[in-house]
């Protein structure tokens, strides 16, 4: 596959609307960014990979992305849909849902784990790629301003995750003030979940930071996994997502 194709299929993947061919590769990216997942509503499905399982290797192996995608991802969408079967949420889609969900409440518990689960792998699949890209002009530019430099910004997105305890999270969030932001969930937890994270945002990069996500290549080195995942972020699809939520 040649990069214009695989950039084709990412936007398709994304939004859902095929690009005419001619279309430049700035445009794509542009147009790479609707978060379709938060306006799901009924039944969910497992997203498909717009990439083979084996194309982040060595970084990421195959079996991994299979277990992860197939196994793991099509749980927490299954769950999801069981949970909410007899739910008064049921009639909401997966943006209202977070922004309704509140700790310590067992009735939306199982909600809460694989709707997060759902929509966070959504995300996580969207911004990984085998192909090297660029951060948008607008998006660098925001990241200097907000961490002085793109190499700060990753060591402490690294950070971040080394000290996540247990499983979880680390996400680069715009603020309602347009400002970038670091923010670390447990479990599968999301910035959306407005009463229940620590700080709410949008989020534009998510990386899993689970022992699933990385144990079979990796074993317990979640700090050679997060070095390794930065070789494989599509900064064109982040920075897209960025200036999406900066409108
Ligand atoms: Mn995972």
């Given at each position: 596959m040649n990069k214009r194709d695989f950039l084709k299929i990412s936007a398709i993947f994304s939004t859902g609307v095929f690009l005419a061919p001619g279309m430049a590769c700035k445009t794509i990216q542009k147009a790479?960014?609707?978060?379709k997942s938060l306006t799901e509503k009924g039944t969910y499905t497992l997203p498909p990979l717009s990439?083979?399982?084996?194309?982040?290797?060595?970084?990421?192996d195959a079996r991994t992305m299979e277990i992860h995608h197939g196994k793991h991802h099509a749980g927490y969408v299954k769950k999801l849909n069981e949970a909410l079967t007899?739910?008064?949420?049921?009639?909401?889609?997966l943006g209202e849902i977070f922004q309704m969900l509140k700790n310590n409440d067992k009735e939306t518990a199982a909600i809460r784990n694989n709707g997060g689960g759902h929509y966070n792998h959504s995300l996580f699949w969207s911004i990984l790629s085998p192909q090297k890209s660029e951060m948008s002009e607008k998006f660098k530019a925001a990241v200097i301003r907000d961490f002085q430099s793109t190499e700060a910004l990753i060591t402490q997105l690294k950070e971040s995750g080394t000290k996540r305890f247990g499983s979880g999270w680390v996400w680069l969030c715009v603020a309602p003030d347009k400002k970038l932001f670091i923010l670390s969930t447990p479990?599968?937890?999301?910035?959306?979940m407005i009463n229940i994270a620590e700080r709410t945002g949008t989020p534009i990069l998510g990386i899993d930071v689970w022992e699933h996500a990385y144990y079979l290549n990796y074993q317990n080195q979640r700090a050679k996994y997060l070095d390794a995942i930065f070789n494989v972020l599509n900064w064109a699809e982040i920075g897209a997502r960025y200036e999406s939520a900066i409108g």
């Open positions: 790479a960014v609707k978060d990439y083979a399982f084996n194309v982040m290797e060595p970084h990421i007899n739910s008064p949420l049921k009639d909401k889609d479990n599968q937890d999301n910035p959306l």
